[in-house]
């Protein structure tokens, strides 16, 4: 079971730059979840998808980021432009629908200087 | 406004005694409560949840015992070992669906030999 991949694992840009994470849920999932961690706000949900469809992206800071789900195996977080203080770890979860358990990725450390 | 929080930021707990991590929440719709544990430089990870309509919940050395009057949830941990060390997030859902869940800010739980 290769659980919830995410990458990159590390990416380092400068401001101003367009960023790219990338996630493949666990299969047979169908619901996505992308997160931000920091240590000033904790752990904050931007958006959700069921079934390939945004749900809900109410914790979307900015209109610098967006999020896609083309298919049931691949979804993005794009920033752009990128500025320092999007610098966290962003993490990827999965899970059946309306269940409460949800399987996290490893992360992806960002850092825009 | 709903948030969960946490009475604690820091625990240390000697090697072989019990440990219990609390948490309050502010949201009295939640259905589901959730606890989980991340690693150091890992994803949180899903240890136990429980649903409003019960007091008490058991698996393998945890127990979550869940206060609807005073809103206050506990997950208690028997017999602590070092593998236990992490940082501990209560989380509910937020609406009708068990999906979105927001999480508290963390307890972190040391082990003393």
């Known amino acids: 079971d290769a659980g919830v991949i995410q990458s990159p694992r590390h990416e380092v840009t400068e401001m101003g730059q367009e960023v790219t994470l990338r996630c493949k849920p666990i299969?047979?999932?169908?619901?996505l979840f992308w997160y931000r961690q920091t240590m000033m706000r904790g752990l904050e949900l931007l958006i959700y998808f069921n079934n390939n469809v945004p749900i809900d992206d109410s914790g979307m800071p900015e209109d610098r980021f967006s999020a896609k789900m083309p298919n049931a195996s691949f979804s993005t977080l794009k920033i752009q432009p990128s500025e320092p203080r999007d610098s966290a770890v962003y993490f990827c979860?999965?899970?059946?629908?309306?269940?409460?358990?949800?399987?996290f990725g490893p992360g992806t450390r960002l850092t825009v200087t | 406004g709903e948030s969960v929080g946490l009475h604690l930021p820091t625990l240390s707990v000697q090697e072989g005694d019990n440990s219990i991590i609390n948490c309050a929440y502010s949201n009295s719709a939640s259905d589901y409560f959730i606890w989980y544990k991340q690693e150091s430089g890992k994803g949180p990870q899903f240890i136990i949840d429980?649903?409003?309509?019960?007091d008490k919940r058991q698996g393998q050395r945890v127990t979550v015992l869940l206060n609807k009057t005073v809103k206050h949830l506990s997950l208690q941990i028997a017999a602590t070992q070092p593998g236990d060390s992490a940082v501990y997030f209560c989380?509910?859902?937020?609406?009708?669906?068990?999906?979105?869940?927001?999480f508290g800010s963390g307890t972190r739980l040391s082990i003393r030999p």
């Open positions: 989380a509910e859902n937020i609406g009708s669906s068990a999906s979105k869940i927001i």
């Open positions: 979860a999965s899970s059946l629908a309306g269940e409460s358990q949800q399987y």
């Open positions: 429980i649903r409003s309509n019960m």
């Open positions: 299969s047979g999932h169908n619901s």
